[in-house]
T-cell receptor
Framework: GQNIDQPTEMTATEGAIVQINCTYQ??????LFWYQQHAGEAPTFLSY??LDGLEEKGRFSSFLSRSKGYSYLLLKELQMKDSASYLC??????????WGAGTKLIIKP | DAGITQSPRHKVTETGTPVTLRCHQT?????MYWYRQDPGHGLRLIHY???????DKGEVSDGYSVSRSKTEDFLLTLESATSSQTSVYFC????????????FGPGTRLTVT
């Protein structure tokens, strides 16, 4: 079956750096997406990786290793507004997104 | 922000009643999706559409039907609602199928009593 694994919850301190990991086993691979979802709101797109390596976008970076079935999202200079759930999703061979259950990130002052 | 709305935003209904949720977009995107989101689960695809009158089933399509008679509207119908269909339903749109992010509507919270 297809499976996306990410930690259920993480806690970090304001101003610090946090890395959220995602491992996947899917039928085919057509890219990996990270989304942010604040409580009670819709997911919003953060990043897309289809080739191995690091993609940087401001305070957020995303890394992909296709051979290891692994990605991480790196958040720097954490702010209180970064408290949210972070969703990892892989596009499979049928071009459908398979979603992880999300990582709830709690930022403490 | 992508122009995508959902209606109603909240609904409480009784078991056995039909329910229709509406998704409306102003972006003229070809692809539209219906997901449900439940605690402890990732978003799960119910149905999707790749054009007017062109739809296909997703992972959890049993008990749901969809219709797309216009580019901008994608309707999700629960023929006879059950308590297991209590969930938050999200509509999403994308311009292309691969390499493009999906944009999400605000969601509909449905409670079946």
């Amino acid at each position: 079956g297809q499976n996306i694994d990410q930690p259920t919850e993480m806690t970090a301190t304001e101003g610090a750096i946090v890395q959220i990991n995602c491992t996947y086993q899917t039928s085919g691979f057509n890219g990996l997406f990270w989304y942010q979802q604040h409580a009670g709101e819709a997911p919003t797109f953060l990043s897309y990786n289809v080739l191995d390596g690091l993609e940087e976008k401001g305070r957020f970076s995303s890394f992909l290793s296709r051979s290891k079935g692994y990605s991480y999202l790196l958040l720097k200079e954490l702010q209180m507004k970064d408290s949210a759930s972070y969703l990892c999703a892989v596009m499979d061979s049928n071009y459908q997104l398979i979603w992880g259950a999300g990582t709830k990130l709690i930022i403490k002052p | 922000d992508a122009g995508i709305t959902q209606s109603p935003r909240h609904k409480v209904t009784e078991t056995g009643t039909p329910v229709t949720l509406r998704c409306h977009q102003t972006e003229n995107h070809r692809y539209m999706y219906w997901y449900r989101q439940d605690p402890g689960h990732g978003l799960r695809l119910i149905h999707y559409s790749y054009g007017v009158k062109d739809t296909d089933k997703g992972e959890v399509s049993d008990g749901y039907s969809v219709s797309r008679s216009k580019t901008e509207d994608f309707l999700l119908t629960l023929e006879s609602a059950t308590s297991s269909q209590t969930s938050v339903y999200f509509c999403a749109i994308s311009e292309k199928r691969e390499g493009h992010e999906q944009y999400f509507g605000p969601g509909t919270r449905l409670t079946v009593t």
